[in-house]
């Protein structure tokens, strides 16, 4: 069974960090693109960040372009969230994906995803 296993969320102040993980299971991701996205209440989910399946080549939304990295370790199935300067706005709760065949061009849109994480969520109060 197919499993992705979000970590790290919580409740931090404007300005500060969080790092996001999430571990993969009951199958191998190395051929996987892997993705971020994240829901605040009454709105849609939107894309965050996304990185090929050897982390050669990553993507970010504008929103959060230079604050946020992501990053994977594909020996240990996970993948990686990093997230400075943080701001009340980015508020929601983040989602991880992952795609069963690995895409020609790093997928935006979250019907391009295959599987999906439970969620964690992050506050940042202002």
């Known amino acids: 069974q197919v499993q992705l296993v979000e970590s790290g969320g919580g409740l931090v102040q404007a300005g500060g960090s969080l790092r996001l993980s999430c571990a993969a299971s009951g199958r191998t991701f190395s051929s996987s693109a892997m993705g971020w996205f994240r829901q605040a209440p009454g709105k849609e989910r939107e894309f965050v960040s996304a990185i090929t399946w050897n982390g050669g080549s990553t993507l970010y939304a504008d929103s959060v372009k230079g604050r946020f990295t992501i990053s994977r370790d594909s020996a240990k199935n996970t993948v990686y969230l990093q997230m400075s300067s943080l701001k009340p706005e980015d508020t929601a709760t983040y989602y991880c994906?992952?795609?069963?065949?690995?895409?020609?061009?790093?997928?935006?849109?979250?019907?391009?995803?295959?599987?999906w994480g439970q969620g964690t969520q992050v506050t940042v109060s202002s």
């Open positions: 994906a992952a795609t069963i065949y690995h895409p020609v061009v790093l997928p935006t849109s979250t019907g391009a995803y295959d599987y």
